[in-house]
């Protein structure tokens, strides 16, 4: 059997490792980058942080004694995944520079066509194309006439400097949170522009003393402990269950923590209720930072609670009909989460598009599998567990499970697996009246919600999550 891999980020690098270790020696990864790492590839702003703690933010196979932080650095994370891809020699195997654009399905098998020409045959094709990498440009008038710098947050361009300029932020995700608290020093005067203010979460980012590094270098069991320890395990559990009971003790707490956080640190009272978020904590993707507060109360910063009117050849014109100047802009105005593995043409069984499946809203059974596109499995797919856990366990959670399906394609039993029709409704409908009750669906708006503004996530909990994962239920699946 061949194997097809899109995208060599996290998640294809792990299916790729494990197919590898399987024997499987008739397989190709297409990645339309230059090098692995996906989104740790693509970002590379100043202050780049992961919000997953450290030694939780990696594959459990290959556990990273090197952190040098609490939380994973940016650059740290990419490193981690070059130094992946040199021990499993994926190297090898991947296509670098080759976007699939074309991916249909005829005579049980998948052809693929490349942005370059390339062609391929598989039986199986894994979309490990990830969520987050389509940027979204806000459309605000005037932003191809301003003389000074502009770009994403995506797509930094380091040709700018911005020591002892004056810098905008347009944008309070966690992106826009991580740039203030990193260039607010740099800065000659860094304006924040907050559309809508967060909570914030504390959090401790501290380098790791050489003791500790030699410890996780030398005992393999402290290590293991910080992946996934008890204490760890016990505070994602209580996460997972407030996020999906709005009414719990566990959110209350996280509501109480991020209001005692903004009464302590932030000391203007004018401040303070101006950046108060007016919706519950967590409804938005909880923001993690240690030193966001401490940044926008310095002298050098302002902070805007409006949007942003017009920009202008020399700045940002305010809602006020204010002109500020500036040399950069940034705009980490996020991303088109709903997307996948589109623009790429995905043809199913008798010609069905899957843009025209997905025509409303992405949906897949389990987020792995869709009615009518056999063989074709995702990690990452739609409407998965998001929140702030570590991709990484639900991408290998959700390999388990594919594997098991492969199973009965490997031994020939069948040489078509997809979710029926009835299982992806069913689960569909189930998903979204509980996605309904999540803190998700509480009243704010997010890139968690979809076109009908329903928050298009996985809504049990986490635990629930893991053993739905254990095991397919065949019965759910169409096997030909
Ligand atoms: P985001 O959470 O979608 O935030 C986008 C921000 O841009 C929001 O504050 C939004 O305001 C604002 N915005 C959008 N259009 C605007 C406009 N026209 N005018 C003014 N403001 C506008 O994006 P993100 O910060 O890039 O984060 C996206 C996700 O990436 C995160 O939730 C997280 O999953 C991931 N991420 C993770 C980390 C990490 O630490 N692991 C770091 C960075 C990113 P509104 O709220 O008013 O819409």
């Known amino acids: 059997m061949r194997y097809v891999i899109i995208g060599a980020g996290m998640a294809g690098m792990l299916a790729a490792i494990k197919l590898l270790e399987k024997g499987c020696r008739n397989l190709a990864v297409y990645e339309k980058g230059p090098t692995v790492g996906g989104t740790w590839r693509e970002n590379t702003y100043p202050g780049l942080t992961c919000d997953v703690p450290s030694h939780s933010y990696t594959y459990s196979f290959e556990l990273n004694p090197t952190w040098t932080r609490t939380q994973p650095p940016g650059p740290e994370v990419q490193a981690y995944f070059e130094g992946v891809k040199e021990k499993y020699d994926l190297k090898d195997w991947i296509r670098f520079n080759e976007e699939v654009v074309s991916c249909v399905f005829q ?17 199986v094709v894994i979309a490990a194309t990830g969520v987050l990498h389509h940027p979204r440009y806000p459309d605000i008038p005037g932003t191809d006439e301003f003389e000074g710098a502009i770009f994403h947050s995506a797509k930094w361009d380091h040709s700018v400097p911005l020591d002892g300029k004056r810098i905008a932020i347009i944008g309070t995700g966690s992106t826009g949170v991580q740039l203030v608290s990193a260039l607010s020093a740099r800065a000659s005067e860094l304006t924040h522009f907050q559309r809508t203010p967060q909570w914030i979460m504390p959090v401790e980012d501290r380098a790791y003393q050489e003791e500790e590094l030699e410890r996780f270098r030398n005992d393999p ?11 760890l395990e016990s505070n994602i559990e209580r996460f997972s269950a407030a996020i999906t009971d709005p009414d719990s003790e566990a959110m209350k707490e996280i509501e109480t923590v991020v209001e005692q956080f903004l009464e302590m640190s932030v000391t203007d009272a004018d401040l303070r209720e101006k950046i108060r978020p007016n919706y519950r904590a967590a409804c938005k993707r909880l923001i993690y930072s240690p030193n966001f507060y401490q940044a926008i109360q310095r002298d050098n910063v302002e902070v805007l609670i409006e949007n942003v009117d017009r920009i202008e050849a020399k ?16 705009l980490a105005t996020g991303y088109r989460p709903h997307e996948f593995m589109r623009p790429m043409n995905v043809a199913g069984r008798d010609g069905i598009l899957l843009n025209d499946v997905w025509r409303d809203k992405p949906v897949a059974y389990l987020s792995i599998s869709v009615a009518d596109f056999p063989n074709l499995f995702m990690l990452n797919g739609p409407n998965g567990p998001v929140g702030n856990f570590s991709l990484i366990e639900i991408a290998e959670c959700q390999w388990s499970y594919i594997e098991q399906l492969l199973e009965g394609l490997e031994s020939a039993e069948c040489q078509e697996v997809s979710a029926t029709q009835e299982a992806m409704s069913e689960f569909e409908s189930a998903r979204v009246e509980q996605a309904k009750k999540t803190i998700f669906a509480s009243g704010c708006s997010s890139w ?11 809504p049990w909990t986490r635990s629930d999550f893991k053993e739905v994962m254990e095991r397919p239920d065949l019965a759910d699946f169409d096997r030909r």
């Not at 390339?118 to 039986?123: E, H, L, S």
């Not at 069991?221 to 204490?231: F, K, N, T």
């Open 221 to 231: 069991d402290v290590l293991r402990s910080l992946h996934y320890g008890e204490a």
């Open 107 to 123: 005579k049980s098998r998948w052809q693929l066509k490349t942005a370059s020409g390339v062609q391929d045959i598989a039986d």
């Open 315 to 330: 700045g940002i014109q305010g809602v006020d009909g204010t002109l500020r100047e500036f040399d950069v802009i940034v």
């Open 448 to 458: 968690y919600l979809d076109s009908e503004g329903v928050p298009a996530t996985w």
